[in-house]
């Protein structure tokens, strides 16, 4: 009997301890997975033009993911204040789905989307946020210029903005400046639009020389150049 008792707490104390050893195993192991399989980024709404945090973990390498996005909105002092100032607003015209990435960390490496162009433009203004101190003291051309940013967001033109706002930063804020920030956005609109042309995406390009209009002055000879073009669904886009 004593024997039988025996071999009965030995078997108990195998199982017992097999258990506790798939057990930390699987502990450990999902702690691991967790650490170096969690994903984290920063997203950018042209449609609420703000920004939103999310956060999801996947397989390593094979990045499959295992549990749902879970999303947190993001606070920027330029762009809280620009809401709610009025200066940028929601468009309901857009697909409220639609977030451009910004940042996606993966094992603690960064990789960027091209909403990173707008982001770091506007961090770049560090913690004395001269976009700022700029559109206050600027009233009325900020009633210019942040709608154009966002505009260029809507459009997915992300790269244009840090140069857009560069030079409305370094330009003499006199009455000529809006019609040099239309005269600047005409000319990249036009100079995208023609390498959109060439790559015959001529949808998109259209679009862009339709935009480019709206910057533009009747007696301008881009404008008599770009509705030449779009009397002919045809023809090319591409300067001559």
């Known amino acids: 009997m004593a024997e039988v008792n025996r071999g009965f707490w030995q078997r108990y104390r195998r199982r017992l301890l097999i258990g506790l050893v798939v057990s930390t195993v699987t502990i450990v192991s999902s702690s691991v997975l967790i650490r170096i399989g969690t994903v984290t980024g920063l997203e950018f709404s042209p449609r609420e033009f703000r920004f939103r945090h999310f956060r999801y973990v996947e397989i390593p390498l094979l990045r499959l993911q295992l549990?749902?996005?879970t999303r947190a909105a993001a606070t920027h002092q330029d762009?809280?204040?620009?809401?709610?100032?009025?200066?940028?607003?929601?468009?309901?015209?857009?697909?409220?789905?639609?977030w451009d990435l910004v940042s996606v960390n993966r094992w603690n490496r960064q990789a960027?989307?091209?909403?990173?162009?707008?982001?770091?433009?506007l961090e770049s203004a560090g913690s004395g946020s001269p976009w700022r101190k700029w559109t206050t003291e600027h009233d009325e051309l900020a009633w210019?210029?942040?709608?154009?940013?966002?505009?260029l967001t809507e459009l997915r033109l992300?790269?244009?903005?840090?140069?857009?706002?560069?030079?409305?930063?370094?330009a003499t804020p006199d009455e000529t400046l809006t019609w040099?920030?239309?005269?600047y956005l005409a000319d990249k609109l036009l100079s995208r639009a023609e390498v959109l042309a060439e790559l015959g995406q001529s949808r998109q390009a259209a679009e862009l020389l339709d935009?480019?209009?709206?910057?533009?002055?009747?007696?301008d000879p881009r404008t008599e150049w770009i509705r030449s073009r779009r009397a002919s669904a045809g023809d090319s886009v591409t300067a001559t």
């Open 158 to 170: 992300y790269e244009f903005i840090p140069p857009f706002l560069d030079f409305a930063a370094a």
């Open 79 to 98: 762009v809280d204040f620009l809401r709610g100032d009025g200066f940028v607003s929601s468009n309901p015209e857009l697909d409220s789905r639609n």
């Open 180 to 183: 040099r920030i239309d005269d």
């Open 67 to 69: 549990t749902r996005i």
């Open 144 to 151: 210019k210029l942040w709608p154009e940013v966002q505009r």
């Open 112 to 121: 960027d989307g091209d909403a990173s162009f707008l982001y770091r433009a």
């Open 211 to 219: 935009e480019a209009l709206l910057h533009l002055a009747d007696e």
